[in-house]
């Protein structure tokens, strides 16, 4: 049996680390709910940017008989190559969060191997990169910094340089993947396709309320601008959700860690006491021996 001094020795080394977890609980749980005030308010954001992109891509098909001749709606019916941009957290410490996004993109590249489709990997976050680069997969783009710190001049920038990957013909799809907020304790995997715009999503065939009156000779050129914009959003608007997936998926990892190390403190404290106690009653026999031997 260990000694007495080991056992206390373990005993303040796991009170520390509860000490810390439960710190570090109380650090995501501030910064989740900050996150999240700013995730409604780019929600609220996204909806109307929907709302805009929905309205003009139904005008362009009521104008036109063939429906929407754009680029940016262009469904490829058997793609060549794709490309998916997938986001990660910069750190560890929460849980099985970016194990369940790796876990996505790697049978998203399974299912599309076995298509003969190429795939192109574009990285956001420290864990997925060091993940596949450990694992010998080649990644076309790679950033690290911007899922821990969502900035929307970079995540465009970024995502800009994708897009016009497919603009040019290089690619013919756009996957973005990232593990999303639900709620405190829920988290799920999403996955969007970027480009070309998922026109099963957009209301096209509703009746239209807006004023919105364009000239033919608009119409492309501002829904060109308004699916850019659309684009970058949504990638700005998936790293902030991600961010708020991660503080929560971490604040549960360091609660969990914490009762963990509450419960083995009292496992320890127990064996502490008998260790204790045989020490005790070892040395009261060997007193009593030893008195006995006297006689």
């Known amino acids: 049996m260990a000694s007495l001094k080991e056992i206390k020795r373990k005993i303040g080394s796991v009170k520390n680390t509860q000490k810390t977890t439960r710190a570090m609980k109380l650090v995501s749980s501030a910064k989740l709910r900050r996150t999240e005030e700013l995730a409604k308010r780019s929600r609220v954001y996204a909806q109307k940017l929907t709302e805009v992109l929905n309205e003009i891509a139904r005008k362009m098909q009521q104008t036109n008989v063939d429906g929407i001749d754009n680029v940016f709606f262009k469904e490829c019916e058997t793609p060549k190559k794709i490309d998916i941009v997938f986001i990660t957290a910069d750190k560890g410490l929460c849980g099985g969060f970016n194990a369940q996004t790796i876990k996505r993109v790697n049978k998203l590249i399974a299912e599309y191997k076995a298509q003969d489709v190429k795939v192109r990997l574009r990285a956001v976050g420290r864990k997925g990169i060091d993940y596949f680069k450990f694992n010998n997969v080649e990644l076309n783009n790679e950033i690290v910094g911007l899922s821990a710190a969502p900035d929307y001049q970079q995540a465009a920038e970024f995502i800009?340089?994708?897009?016009?990957?497919y603009v040019n013909g290089e690619t013919d799809k756009i996957i973005l993947v990232h593990n999303g907020y639900v709620n405190m304790i829920t988290q799920e995997i999403r996955q969007d396709q970027l480009?070309?715009?998922?026109?099963?999503?957009?209301?096209?065939?509703?009746?239209?309320?807006?004023?919105?009156?364009?000239?033919?000779d608009e119409d492309d050129t501002l829904l060109d601008a308004l699916v850019k914009r659309y684009v970058e959003y949504t990638m700005y608007y998936s790293l902030i959700d991600s961010l708020a997936a991660e503080h929560s998926a971490r604040m549960q990892a360091?609660?969990?860690?914490?009762?963990?190390?509450?419960?083995m403190v009292k496992t320890l404290t127990v064996k502490y006491n008998k260790a204790r106690q045989e020490a005790i009653t070892t040395e009261l026999i060997e007193i009593i021996s030893g008195m006995e031997s006297m006689k």
């Open 160 to 165: 800009s340089e994708v897009a016009e990957s």
């Open 195 to 216: 480009l070309p715009v998922d026109s099963s999503k957009l209301e096209l065939n509703s009746v239209s309320t807006s004023e919105l009156e364009l000239e033919p």
């Open 254 to 263: 360091m609660d969990a860690a914490t009762n963990n190390a509450k419960e």
